[in-house]
């Protein structure tokens, strides 16, 4: 569903990626990891059409980027580090809005339906600028999987959550995944990164240093081998 090859990414004369190959397969979940300033935001970044990279190939599902961006935005969804909700508006009314840009069929039902999966029907009626942190994020998860999309972009979605938000944000993930849908995450939990995914890849240097998978490794042996790949 997602196939890097060769990406790099270079700002002036500053290479960020430096030929990155990753492929995650159709209804896998990937969680990614690596060092501050690796370049897993620039590469989220690519794959969720906002960033061009300046060599290299990345298709999501079969279409090129960055020349067929515009039939890839629908089919992804993405929770970045920017909610990319109105604080104005209520929950409900966020979730129109988008629901009219992706032109949804039955986008009252759809919206009732997302608000109920992430535990906010109560609150729909709320100004999102209400909402605790938790709250918010489990908003932004809705929007983002409002229009049902094929691969699930999440840039650090546990950052500033407690540990309730954090466990509701568990059952989210597990829920989506568990729908077959295509997710790669990037996080600095190694542990809680590798229990929820399928696999785990290590993004240093540049490129992927290392990628395992859940059955060949410990969550507690998954730091050691981190602290090996990125000294």
Known sequence: MIAINGLVKQYGLNPVLRGVN?????????????????GKSTLMGIVATLLRPTAGEVRVGGWQLPEQADRVRSHI?????????????????????????????????????????????????????????????????????????????????????????????????????????????ITHDLAHGLGLADRLAILHGGRIAREVTRSEISPAAVYDLYAEVTM
Do not use: C, W
Request: aromatic share 6%; proline share 4%.
């Open 77 to 185: 969804g993405l929770v970045s580090h920017h909610s990319l909700l109105y604080r104005d508006m209520t929950a409900a009314e966020n979730l129109s809005f988008f629901a009219r840009l992706y032109r949804l069929p039955d986008a009252e039902a759809r919206v009732a339906t997302a608000l109920r999966k992430v535990g906010l029907f109560a609150r729909q009626r709320d100004p999102v600028g209400t909402f605790s942190r938790g709250m918010i994020q489990r908003l932004t998860i809705a929007r983002a999987t409002l229009h049902e999309p094929d691969v699930l972009l999440l840039d650090e979605p546990y950052t500033g959550l407690d540990q309730e938000a954090t466990g509701l944000l568990d059952v989210l993930l597990r829920e989506e995944s568990a729908r077959g849908r295509t997710i790669l995450m």
């Open 22 to 38: 990753l492929n995650v397969a159709e209804g896998e979940f990937v969680t990614l990891v690596g060092p501050n300033g690796a």
